[in-house]
């Protein structure tokens, strides 16, 4: 039996708003694959500044679920985010 992956990796260069932004790890809780369809794993993502109060603020949900409200506010309000996802495909001979 012949095992085949292909990865693609592709630089991305992340910037800053300004110094007191930063940047961290949430990971997807249902990770459990589909064929043929792209399973997020992992995401790394920026803070945003909350105008209002004047300091940057991050995602409050620790693990993420997709169509999810808590998740979405991250990807709304991060100005820069990368998400890691993996995707399984049938091999044609």
């Not at 992956?5 to 459990?32: A, C, H, P, S």
Request: aromatic share 14%; glycine share 2%; proline share 2%.
């Amino acid at each position: 039996m012949n095992t085949r992956v292909k990865v693609e990796t592709k630089e991305i260069n992340l910037g800053k708003t300004d110094n007191r932004q930063f940047y961290n790890w949430r990971e997807y809780e249902e990770t459990k694959w589909k064929l043929n369809e792209k399973v997020p794993l992992l995401i790394f993502a920026s803070s945003w500044l909350d105008r209002e109060y004047n300091f940057h603020r991050f995602c409050r949900v620790v693990n993420l679920k997709e169509n999810d409200e808590r998740t979405q506010e991250l990807l709304d309000y991060s100005p820069n985010y990368i998400v890691i996802n993996y995707k399984i495909s049938e091999i044609e001979k």
